[in-house]
């Protein structure tokens, strides 16, 4: 369009831009960091299942034997499961990957989370073979009863190995 300044006769050009703020890429970002709060992962082991032997709850029955009692040394396959998880982590850069993609809007948290999941049952497994297989080679077991107080082989190990799990849960629920 063109305009003629009254006072001075110049020509001048003005340009009309009419801007809509879209803000729904900002708002699905928003709601996915969000998501991030609204969901957790746990894995091991869950009231319910029954170890078929004893009659106990396996939860009740991998608690035992991680932390002992009065007549059961602890057994703690679980906090080196957790360092397993904690090392891999800190190691593997796909998880990271996966988040962003998330938030770039590819994927569910819940799916991702599973993934997770599934890393702490490999390891939770992979700790249970390391205190059946190495138990006999001197070394692991000073280091394993320095760092985590017994050396001792698991009690059910394969009910155990078999029984592990994780679940996605939404925070605030229990299923």
């Known amino acids: 369009m063109k305009l003629v300044d009254q006072i001075t006769g110049d020509t001048m050009f003005k340009i ?8 729904r890429k900002i708002d699905g970002l928003f709601n996915r ?3 991030l709060d609204t969901y957790e ?3 091991g082991y869950f009231e319910g299942d029954i170890h078929n032997e004893s009659g106990l709850d396996i939860a009740y029955l991998a608690e035992m034997l991680n932390y002992g009692t009065d007549k059961i040394i602890a057994r703690p396959f679980m906090d080196l499961a957790g360092d397993m998880v904690e090392r891999h982590f800190e190691v593997d850069r796909e998880w990271k990957r996966e988040i962003w993609r998330y938030l770039g809007g590819v994927g569910s948290i819940k799916t991702i989370l599973a993934q997770f999941g599934r890393v702490g049952e490999t390891y939770v497994q992979a700790s249970i073979d390391v205190g059946d297989w190495e138990e006999n080679v001197e070394w692991w077991k000073q280091a394993k009863f320095e760092k985590y107080g017994s050396s001792a082989p698991l009690i059910a190990s394969q009910d155990l190995y078999n029984s592990v799990d994780h679940r996605v849960v939404k925070i605030g629920n229990q299923t």
Request: no cysteine.
């Open 16 to 23: 009309k831009s009419e801007v809509k703020s879209d803000t």
């Open 41 to 43: 992962v746990a894995y």
């Open 33 to 35: 960091l969000k998501s």
